[in-house]
């Protein structure tokens, strides 16, 4: 067996606390990742429970799997009752309808794992030199290098103003094209130079960020569809919710809880707007009014917490007010 994987999961104590996860429960992990969220889950739900553990990356699904067999089951992990599926969460509700699986928590934590972004290989991070990769399902056929290679000006400087908020895009666009005529842009460095040299900074003023941080971010957002992804799992949740009010069975039950942490206002911004709606139409009692974020201390041994904010909402059944 191999050695544990050392992994934070995000806002630990927050999710545990507002999910409320009881002896005998199904929690639907949406990214399971390194399995962080679901051995803490694991714990409360006991041997009796189930927890289904989803995730387009096939590596990061079989850890996740062997932790939380672990966290569920010590004596006997094999014996843990818990289900894998492999895949964009996008699909996830219909996976579970077929299997008669319905949910008492589902959480999706969105983005990357720190598997993913410090591997290099992996094309994630211009902190790194690798391959212009990006996927987080490697058996997808599109890359981002397909696309700074592939696509015309205005369509790169689209999808980096759209799912970068950069205001240099078409400048950047312009750039790539302009390099991509001599040789193909195939490396994490190569494209970081570029948007370094496109992005203009008057003399004595630094950004607080990296320059290609957005253009990576957009590029990321493109090759995974993340925002389609996302959308996709808003619809279902509602309409979970609305079998639920009249009465039919579907993936989710009166009092599902539901926990979306993202990490940009891109993602955050729909399951918002989203859960606002859904509360209007009578489907989900909001658990959070203001999104739940990483306090100091968490902030200070994990820094990516910082832009973490979750939401969370409860379907309601037809008995509701
Ligand atoms: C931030 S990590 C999750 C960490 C996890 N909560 C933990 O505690 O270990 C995000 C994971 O979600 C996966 N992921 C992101 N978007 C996805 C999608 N649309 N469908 C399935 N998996 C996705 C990534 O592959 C990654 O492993």
Redesign the pocket.
């Known amino acids: 067996m191999s050695e544990p994987y050392s992994?934070i999961?995000v806002l630990a104590d927050q999710v545990v606390e507002l999910l409320q996860p009881q002896l005998g429960q199904v929690f639907v992990d949406?990214?399971?990742?390194?399995?962080?969220?679901a051995c803490l889950i694991a714990r409360h739900i006991g041997p009796t429970g189930m927890i289904v553990l989803?995730?387009?990356?096939a590596g990061?699904l079989a850890r996740?799997e062997e932790s939380a067999r672990r966290a569920m089951s010590p004596d006997d992990p094999e014996s843990a009752n818990i289900v894998v599926i492999q895949g964009?969460?996008?699909q996830l509700p219909q996976e579970l309808v077929k299997r008669g699986i319905v949910a008492d928590m589902v959480l999706a934590?969105?983005?990357?794992?720190s598997t993913?972004v410090d591997d290099p290989a992996r094309g994630l991070s211009f902190r790194h030199s690798g391959p212009l990769d990006m996927r987080?399902d490697q058996s997808s056929p599109i890359d981002a290098a397909e696309l700074v290679n592939t696509l015309p000006v205005k369509e790169i400087g689209d999808l980096i103003k759209q799912f970068g908020e950069e205001r240099h895009a078409r400048r950047i666009a312009s750039k790539i094209v302009e390099a991509r005529e001599l040789a193909p842009i195939e490396t994490t460095d190569q494209l970081a130079d570029l948007v370094r040299s496109a992005v203009p900074y008057s003399k004595g003023q630094r950004s607080p960020i990296h320059p290609a941080t957005r253009t990576f971010q957009a590029l990321r957002i493109a090759v995974?569809d993340?925002l389609g992804?996302l959308e996709s799992l808003l619809r279902s949740v509602k309409f979970g919710a609305q079998k639920v009010q009249s009465g039919d069975s579907g993936w989710l039950n009166d009092g599902t809880r539901i926990a979306i942490i993202a990490f940009h206002s891109l993602e955050d911004r729909p399951v918002k707007q989203s859960f606002v709606r859904m509360n209007t139409d009578g489907l989900v009692e909001l658990i959070t009014r203001k999104p739940v974020g990483a306090d100091e201390r968490e902030i200070a041994g994990n820094p990516r917490s910082r832009s973490a904010k979750m939401r969370v909402c409860r379907v309601l059944g037809s008995k509701a007010e």
């Open positions: 992994h999961a949406c990214t399971a990742g390194l399995g962080g969220h989803n995730d387009m990356d990061n996740a964009n969460f996008a934590d969105l983005g990357f794992a993913q987080m995974n993340e992804s």
